[in-house]
């Protein structure tokens, strides 16, 4: 009886994270789609373009690379806030918050971008400089340290201390600054690659699911995976020089 209770207990929790997870799953497919559309074109030579056009794109982009990471704390806040009215919208609230997170990252990215006249005649220079750029960060202190609040916030640590909504938008955030620490460097060499690099997406997805789902690696291991990144850079400099 009490595994009967301890599973209906979990049961809309469960659907709530799977239902985001599915938000994910369809932005991959409205990647793969816009992906085929501008085969043969370079996303590098024709910049970001408009803001409103980039924004879109770039939280689309958010949705499939950044949501699945974030499955462990919808999961966690669904739980805690199951009993309480709205809990369903407010779940959703936490995972809008925890993109407009991300969106505000990018629009700033967006205004350096164009404020630098980019893209550079050098731009896979660029490029390849920001992926190893990212792997020595990889290793830093404040990426570990980033790593680890967000593992932290994964457990909400009792009952929420506001009203849901308040609380959905304060978990968010929070959970968006922290994943900014330990993957924005990651996101800024996907905004050099261009909107439309889906194999880039996906491998930079993968590394930001190790980063933020996989138990804590030993320093070893995070050399090992930081200096896989520095390798990209520096291949993705060799195949254009």
């Given at each position: ?11 809309k ?13 369809v ?15 370079d ?34 806040f ?9 809990w ?40 390849g400089v ?7 960060y990889?290793?830093?202190?404040i ?7 967000c ?43 261009g909107?439309?690099s889906?194999?880039?997406a996906?491998i930079?997805?993968?590394v930001?699911?190790i ?14 995976l ?16």
């Amino acid at each position: 009886m009490k595994a009967l209770d301890a599973r209906q207990e979990l049961a809309k929790p469960t659907i709530a994270a799977l239902v985001v997870l599915a938000v994910a799953g369809v932005a991959w497919a409205a990647m793969v789609q816009q992906s085929c559309s501008m085969a043969g074109m370079d996303g590098m030579d024709m910049g970001l373009g408009p803001i409103e056009s980039f924004a879109a794109t770039w939280v689309v982009m958010m949705a499939a690379m950044m949501l699945p990471s974030a499955i462990p704390v919808v999961l966690e806040f669904a739980r805690t806030a199951e009993r309480r009215r709205g809990w369903q919208v407010a779940t959703g609230v936490l995972a809008g918050t925890y993109l407009g997170v991300w969106l505000v990252f990018g629009v700033v990215c967006y205004a350096v971008y164009t404020a630098l006249r980019m893209p550079w005649p050098n731009q896979d220079v660029v490029v390849g400089v920001a992926l190893a750029l990212a792997g020595v960060y990889s290793a830093s202190p404040i990426k570990r340290a980033s790593q680890a609040r967000c593992r932290e916030l994964c457990a909400l640590h009792g009952p929420l201390p506001f009203n849901l909504m308040r609380s959905a938008a304060v978990a968010g955030t929070r959970y968006g600054l922290s994943c900014l620490g330990c993957s924005a460097a990651l996101m800024v060499a996907m905004v050099l690659l261009g909107m439309s690099s889906l194999w880039w997406a996906v491998i930079l997805g993968i590394v930001v699911l190790i980063y933020k789902l996989a138990p804590p690696l030993r320093m070893r291991y995070e050399l090992v995976l930081s200096a896989a990144l520095v390798a990209l850079g520096v291949a993705h400099v060799m195949m254009v020089i």
